[in-house]
């Protein structure tokens, strides 16, 4: 008889012995029996956190994908008229802003305007400071953004005296200003950085910061309710923290002036959520995808860790972990306000916190926000991925398969194959092989080793399974 090799795949796809199992339908979340229980437990929550802790008021939003699946206001905007809250009502978004002026850089940069890996002083001629050590190298625009360019933190005295200072000032400021540390040595937070991103902004676009934003971002995703430091009408009134009497101070209106871009922003919940649907969106730049992808790619992935490895930063979004979920954000504190969104990219799923309290725990409350309403709103709106009917004839891949490498065991499990280590102590690390379709698998793992994401495939011998392919390698059947 002569011996034919082949891979087992191929007989498969001819005998048709495999169909693609119906994924369900996703939910609509805004009327998903779990998602409005879930916001009835959250309401009941933020709304004793308002009488025990004294808030004046908050505004929450939850996103799914391209809608604001859900927003409310709780209290006042204003205590002395009692001016309820609404997801229309505005606030200062304090350090947000700074997401905004990544964005317009990742703009100029599609364009071929600038490099992320360009000297800052390449643009702003005048920018000089001492760094802390002589050979220490030019700062660049990257590390302006990824808070790892070692600059002080503040300009001057403004959260103190509430003025801050002009472009002119700054410049005027920057020669006595000496770095805290080497470029990408650590993770240190800087106003002073953004603010020059935003200079950075002004000089290759000829435009303002806040027309750059108004042309650029606003326009194009319809934020028509936002705006860069304008004492404008339905602004929230920011109060001062909680004094031991319990009464607490109207915070003035504060220009961030020349570091508008670092804290300046005015928005809503409602505009807040555009700008959050916008991170969901792929292909090119256009319209109202105002980045194309792999901008974006690299806005939310890490750039920086702090140096305990507690969080890092992207572009602009800091990304931390929340139980099992990779969120970026932005956190923002201003003179009566403390604001913070989060976003889950992978559920397509992001929470708005704006708050008029200087206290305002607006982190804690996007947390509470995401594990309840954005938890639910993203198992309703989750697709289950299309699984490839278990065929009983896959069976016989289960066995021992050896290399100069070692062992392989292949486990079938109920209507499931692993793969596991016969020789590691534990059975912690098992490899699923998910069915493709075609006879092929596919190996999966939780971490970034080995083959992960590549093709398994077996090959036959007369009858016989005789091989297994992970990827590139092979290892042969001995039982």
Same mark, same amino acid.
């Given at each position: 008889?002569?011996?034919?090799?082949?891979?087992?795949?191929?007989?498969?796809?001819?005998?048709?012995?495999?169909?693609?199992?119906?994924?369900?339908?996703?939910?609509?979340? $805004?009327?998903? &029996?779990?998602?409005?229980? *879930?916001?009835?437990?959250? !309401?009941? /929550?933020?709304?004793?956190? #308002?009488?025990?802790?004294?808030?004046?008021?908050?505004?929450?939003?939850?996103?799914?994908?391209?809608?604001?699946?859900?927003?409310?206001?709780?209290?006042?905007?204003?205590?002395?008229?009692?001016?309820?809250?609404?997801?229309?009502?505005?606030?200062?978004?304090?350090?947000?802003?700074?997401?905004?002026?990544?964005?317009?850089?990742?703009?100029?940069?599609?364009?071929?305007?600038?490099?992320?890996?360009?000297?800052?002083?390449?643009?702003?001629?005048?920018?000089?400071?001492?760094?802390?050590?002589?050979?220490?190298?030019?700062?660049?625009?990257?590390?302006?953004?990824?808070?790892?360019?070692?600059?002080?933190?503040?300009?001057?005295?403004?959260?103190?005296?509430?003025?801050?200072?002009?472009?002119?000032?700054?410049? $005027?400021?920057? &020669?006595?200003?000496?770095? *805290?540390?080497?470029?990408? !040595?650590? /993770?240190?937070?800087?106003? #002073?950085?953004?603010?020059?991103?935003?200079?950075?902004?002004?000089?290759?676009?000829?435009?303002?910061?806040?027309?750059?934003?108004?042309?650029?971002?606003?326009?194009?995703?319809?934020?028509?309710?936002?705006?860069?430091?304008?004492?404008?009408?339905?602004?929230?009134?920011?109060?001062?923290?909680?004094?031991?009497?319990?009464?607490?101070?109207?915070?003035?209106?504060?220009?961030?002036?020349?570091?508008?871009?670092?804290?300046?922003?005015?928005?809503?919940?409602?505009?807040?959520?555009?700008?959050?649907?916008?991170?969901?969106?792929?292909?090119?730049?256009?319209?109202?995808?105002?980045?194309?992808?792999?901008?974006?790619?690299?806005?939310?992935?890490?750039?920086?860790?702090?140096?305990?490895?507690?969080?890092?930063?992207?572009?602009?979004?800091?990304?931390?972990?929340?139980?099992?979920?990779?969120?970026?954000?932005?956190?923002?504190?201003?003179?009566?306000?403390?604001?913070?969104?989060?976003?889950?990219?992978?559920?397509?799923?992001?929470?708005?916190?704006?708050?008029?309290?200087?206290?305002?725990?607006?982190?804690?409350?996007?947390?509470?926000?995401?594990?309840?309403?954005?938890?639910?709103?993203?198992?309703?709106?989750?697709?289950?991925?299309?699984?490839?009917?278990?065929?009983?004839?896959?069976?016989?891949?289960?066995?021992?398969?050896?290399?100069?490498?070692?062992?392989?065991?292949?486990?079938?499990?109920?209507?499931?194959?692993?793969?596991?280590?016969?020789?590691?102590?534990?059975?912690?690390?098992?490899?699923?092989?998910?069915?493709?379709?075609?006879?092929?698998?596919?190996?999966?793992?939780?971490?970034?080793?080995?083959?992960?994401?590549?093709?398994?495939?077996?090959?036959?011998?007369?009858?016989?399974?005789?091989?297994?392919?992970?990827?590139?390698?092979?290892?042969?059947?001995?039982?």
């Amino acid at each position: 008889m002569v011996t034919r090799r082949f891979v087992v795949g191929v007989m498969l796809v001819l005998s048709s012995s495999w169909v693609l199992a119906q994924a369900p339908a996703a939910k609509d979340p $805004a009327t998903d &029996p779990d998602v409005l229980g *879930a916001q009835r437990v959250f !309401t009941a /929550w933020a709304e004793g956190q #308002l009488r025990f802790r004294g808030y004046p008021g908050m505004t929450v939003g939850v996103v799914a994908g391209e809608r604001l699946v859900w927003a409310r206001g709780f209290g006042s905007a204003n205590v002395a008229d009692k001016t309820p809250m609404t997801p229309q009502t505005k606030f200062r978004m304090a350090s947000h802003s700074k997401l905004f002026t990544a964005t317009a850089i990742m703009q100029l940069r599609e364009q071929g305007r600038l490099r992320l890996e360009d000297p800052v002083s390449k643009y702003l001629t005048w920018f000089t400071v001492t760094p802390s050590a002589p050979d220490d190298p030019p700062i660049t625009i990257e590390e302006l953004l990824t808070h790892s360019s070692g600059l002080p933190r503040e300009a001057a005295d403004h959260w103190t005296s509430f003025n801050f200072p002009t472009r002119d000032e700054l410049k $005027a400021l920057m &020669p006595k200003r000496q770095a *805290a540390f080497p470029p990408e !040595t650590r /993770w240190k937070y800087s106003n #002073l950085a953004y603010t020059l991103a935003g200079l950075v902004v002004e000089q290759v676009s000829g435009l303002s910061w806040a027309d750059y934003v108004a042309r650029n971002i606003y326009q194009p995703l319809g934020m028509v309710n936002s705006s860069v430091d304008q004492n404008v009408p339905g602004l929230a009134v920011g109060y001062g923290r909680r004094m031991p009497d319990g009464t607490r101070s109207i915070m003035p209106f504060v220009d961030a002036r020349g570091m508008a871009a670092a804290t300046g922003v005015t928005s809503t919940v409602d505009d807040m959520a555009k700008f959050v649907s916008a991170q969901f969106r792929s292909g090119p730049s256009g319209g109202d995808r105002i980045l194309n992808t792999a901008s974006l790619r690299e806005m939310h992935r890490v750039h920086m860790m702090e140096n305990n490895w507690s969080r890092g930063t992207g572009i602009g979004f800091a990304v931390s972990r929340n139980r099992d979920k990779v969120l970026v954000g932005h956190g923002g504190g201003y003179p009566g306000y403390i604001t913070q969104t989060e976003i889950d990219l992978g559920a397509r799923v992001g929470v708005i916190v704006l708050t008029n309290a200087q206290d305002g725990d607006a982190s804690g409350i996007a947390t509470q926000l995401m594990n309840t309403v954005g938890d639910a709103v993203a198992k309703a709106t989750a697709k289950a991925p299309e699984k490839v009917k278990w065929n009983p004839a896959w069976s016989r891949f289960a066995g021992l398969y050896r290399g100069r490498g070692g062992d392989s065991h292949v486990v079938e499990l109920n209507e499931k194959l692993v793969i596991i280590n016969p020789e590691a102590a534990t059975l912690d690390n098992q490899t699923e092989l998910v069915p493709l379709g075609d006879g092929t698998f596919r190996f999966t793992a939780p971490a970034g080793g080995g083959v992960v994401g590549e093709i398994v495939r077996f090959v036959e011998e007369n009858g016989q399974v005789v091989r297994m392919i992970t990827g590139d390698s092979y290892v042969e059947r001995v039982r």
